[in-house]
């Protein structure tokens, strides 16, 4: 209700039959399209609600789709929303989380549209059959219904438009001799540009001004653009007559109400509105074109008892719209939902209170291993404890790959003993057998917009037996089957930086995570790549913690004492982004020339094929170290390794050097701090977050200079003792643990489902 005449006239009347506490939203669209709304304040005092409450309220977006919280303030305050379909996210929200009745208020479209068009354009049919017999159609004239779809019309009822103030002033002075037309928009809409046009063809010879508000200048003498409602009225009690040209069967506009109330000659046209509301037999009807400029002359040209009789007959127009004409409908029509919404709470009430546990799936799209893999487990974890911390705890589900050669056993130890683990495979289905799918999972006027789908198939239900899924990482190379909702877990967008990816698998990415009901990133670095690159939605974008891998205590108590052998730990994968050639130069510098003494243990997932060159961004690193035999002496290439393993080795190093170019960061400087282990890391954003946010006090160096790098090498070498006394406690670092931050997580994955 911020459409100020709708609003004049529906909130008094809602207070005339009973309803006392009333919300009006104090944000709505900067579209042209609520060109007549406003803000109103005013019914804030009478609710009897915390100023809290009323501040979530007052704050959130609810033509876009409110957040969780303030739909919590709404289901312990209100018992029925009013909604206008604007944007999908505000019928999608509502279906999910408002317990109350659901009330779509229509007052009309134009002859191409429907409302069930509407719904099946922005996929809502589904949502409205989910919220069942607490929705309702609120029609603001009682044909309204007739040519709708089933569901719609079944749950129709009849809430009359008015207007406030019907009683006729007749201040009309018509002092000036001129038509006064209607038509805004005119520059961008064309709707109402081929009414201008229509007009300016009929009647643009005579004497006229055109009103309405012009977001796009049109080049107009006559054009009045945006005026106030005092200069709006001024200009028809000084203008001769009104046209308003609409034969649209379904939807009226105000201005013509506005007119007749101060008194101000109608000329319209037959077929419209105003031939339901009594304007059949009016003098000022017209069937043609022809015919209304004849009457419109005649009224300009000072025909006075033409003129009153047009006057005097057209009151009738406002006496469907008067207030103690609607009101009966109105009391009817609430009643009803009242009635409705009290059988439900019995019943509710009577039901035995079976709460039915939330089901998770934690997905790896693709076949990640080391401390992706890890990062995963480690999600899933903090879901589960998460759900349990909110009180309402979830079963989670971690799906992987089902390639043989992809995993073992031992690379699920991490993996929560209560969260069980399934295997799957990508089904790749077509468009016909992805609008079949659709409908049967209830997604009636779901239509398929790309050539082929993807499924995860786990040999049972793909998955569907989940109520939500989360993927970790975007890495989705066709469209994804939205049969259930998902969440995208988002480490980075490399590619913007980076040619590491196609165009079309890029895309996909990229329409993967548009289609989410979220996106989870740890970094605002990440997360200004979605909004910036992938055009994320803003509301979509839920910044989470970071979660650092968990060290098992029994692996520490393998741990051997720290030898004299002298090594730092360069941990990395055959990625492109991981920076390898200017890393392998930066070693050349530091042994040939700074005369570097320490070992440098390489590990990683397909480390061992580096030097190999197999992929064109390989040759460099290759090429390097077969010219240095002092790379060749000092540089071990140990591939992945276990947990246990990588523990034992990342202990006994004097440092980690992590010497990517460009990502979301590394959780392995976490894991060295843990262990008291320093850490040299490249200078990039993500990575300053993560320093931040940890206290870990890196060392920085230039990862586009191979010189830098090396000779902060060097000043690490000659450095650990000092830094090593400056990294965070273990009770420091344990405020960041799985445990701690999975509040964090099930906040923003609760909200989708």
């Not at 996210?89 to 002859?111: E, M, N, P, T």
């Not at 019907?166 to 709707?191: L, T």
């Amino acid at each position: 209700m911020n459409h100020t005449s709708a609003r004049n006239f529906e909130v008094p009347m809602l207070k005339r039959v009973g309803v006392s506490q009333i919300f009006l939203p104090k944000r709505y669209p900067t579209d042209p399209s609520f060109r007549s709304a406003n803000v109103d304040y005013s019914e804030d005092e009478n609710l009897q609600i915390s100023a809290a409450d009323l501040q979530i309220l007052n704050d959130a977006n609810w033509y876009g789709g409110a957040d969780p919280e303030a739909w919590e303030v709404a289901n312990k305050n209100f018992d029925l929303l009013f909604f206008i379909l604007h944007q999908p996210d505000v019928l999608s929200q509502a279906a999910r989380y408002f317990k109350g009745a659901i009330l779509w208020r229509a007052y009309g479209l134009d002859s191409s549209q429907s409302y069930g068009s509407l719904a099946r354009y922005f996929k809502q049919r589904g949502n409205i059959e989910k919220v069942g017999s607490r929705f309702y159609f609120g029609e603001a004239y009682p044909h309204l219904a007739d040519s709708e779809p089933s569901y719609l019309q079944t749950r129709r009822v009849y809430l009359p438009l008015g207007i406030a103030n019907s009683v006729v002033k007749d201040i009309w002075r018509g002092e000036k001799r001129q038509i006064y037309f209607v038509c805004p928009s005119i520059g961008f809409n064309d709707y109402y540009k081929k009414i201008y046009q229509d007009f300016c063809d009929a009647f643009g010879d005579l004497d006229c001004v055109i009103a309405g508000s012009q977001p796009v200048y049109v080049s107009d003498p006559r054009i009045l653009g945006y005026v106030t409602n005092e200069q709006h009225v001024e200009n028809m009690t000084q203008s001769r007559v009104m046209f308003y040209q609409s034969q649209e069967p379904n939807h009226i506009h105000y201005h013509p109400f506005e007119a007749i109330r101060t008194g101000m000659p109608l000329v319209f046209m037959e077929g419209g509105m105003l031939d339901r509301l009594g304007g059949e037999k009016l003098p000022g009807r017209c069937s043609t074109i022809k015919e209304a400029r004849k009457k419109i002359e005649r009224i300009l040209g000072g025909d006075d008892e033409f003129t009153e009789h047009v006057r005097k007959t057209q009151v009738v127009l406002l006496e469907s719209m008067r207030t103690e004409n609607c009101e009966a409908a109105w009391r009817i029509g609430l009643e009803r939902i009242a009635s409705e919404v009290e059988i439900r709470r019995a019943e509710k009430s009577l039901r035995p209170m079976l709460k039915k546990k939330k089901k998770v799936a934690v997905i790896l799209p693709v076949e990640y291993r080391g401390g992706s893999l890890r990062g995963a487990l480690a999600l899933a974890k903090a879901l589960l404890l998460g759900s349990r911390k909110w009180g309402e705890e979830a079963e989670i589900i971690f799906a992987h790959i089902n390639a043989d050669s992809a995993y073992t056993e031992d690379d699920f130890q991490g993996l929560h003993p209560d969260i069980s683990r399934r295997s799957f495979a990508w089904k790749i289905i077509s468009p016909a057998e992805a609008r079949r799918a659709m409908l049967y999972a209830g997604h009636k006027d779901w239509e398929p917009a790309s050539d082929a789908y993807m499924v995860p198939d786990d040999n049972i239900q793909q998955m569907t037996d989940c109520d939500l899924w989360v993927f970790v990482s975007d890495r989705i190379r066709h469209a994804l089957l939205p049969i259930r909702p998902y969440v995208l877990m988002v480490y980075d967008y490399i590619q913007r930086y980076q040619d590491v990816v196609s165009g079309d698998a890029n895309m996909a990415f990229i329409n993967a995570a548009r289609g989410a009901e979220k996106i989870l990133v740890t970094t605002d670095f990440t997360g200004q790549d979605a909004l910036q690159y992938a055009g994320i939605e803003k509301s979509k974008i839920a910044h989470v913690p970071m979660l650092p891998p968990e060290i098992k205590t029994e692996l520490l108590e393998t741990v051997a004492a720290p030898s004299a052998q002298e090594y730092f730990v360069w941990t990395t994968n055959a990625a492109p982004h991981k920076n390898h050639r200017n890393a392998a130069e930066a070693l050349r510098i530091y042994y040939e020339e700074l005369g570097g003494e320490l070992g440098c243990m390489v590990t990683g997932v397909n480390t061992e094929d580096i030097l190999n060159g197999s992929y064109e961004h390989h040759k460099a690193i290759s090429s390097i170290f077969e010219r240095s035999a002092a790379l060749r002496k000092h540089v071990s290439w140990l591939g992945e390794i276990s947990d246990q393993k990588y523990c034992d080795l990342l202990t006994r190093a004097k440092f980690l050097w992590h010497a990517g170019l460009i990502d979301n960061g590394t959780f392995s400087v976490i894991e060295a701090a843990s262990l008291g282990v320093p850490a040299l890391s490249s200078d990039y954003p993500a990575m300053r977050e993560i320093d931040a946010k940890y206290a870990l006090e890196l060392t920085w160096m230039d990862p586009n200079s191979s010189r830098n790098m090396a000779l902060q090498l060097k000043y690490m070498e000659g450095n650990v003792k000092d830094l090593r006394g400056r990294l965070p406690s273990k009770e420091q670092l344990a405020l960041h643990s799985v445990e701690n931050m999975s509040y964090s997580y099930w906040s923003e994955v609760r909200a989708c489902m």
